[in-house]
């Protein structure tokens, strides 16, 4: 995996980020090479989150097609019981 599959899968737009802050992507690019996915994502972890806010992957939308609602099951009507004294 490259730092830039890593950015798309925490939905971190890397073009963007690059260009903003180049001095924190080369270091960041640097470290994720030497290390794990995973353990890239354990010690950035309080930091990701802020640049995902910041440098959100504008990822198209697909229309889903809507959804047939389906009639509510009919539910078999309570009638109270009466008290025997």
Request: aromatic share 10%.
């Amino acid at each position: 995996m490259t730092f830039e599959e890593y950015l798309i899968s925490k939905k971190i737009d890397s073009q963007a980020l690059r260009a903003a802050e180049p001095g924190l992507w080369n270091e960041w690019n640097r470290l994720f090479e030497q290390m794990s996915p995973a353990s890239f994502t354990a010690q950035k972890l309080y930091l990701i989150n802020p640049l995902r806010r910041k440098y959100l992957l504008k990822t198209p939308q697909v229309a889903a097609a809507p959804k047939a609602i389906a009639p509510a099951a009919a539910r078999p009507v309570m009638k109270p019981k009466p008290k025997i004294d």
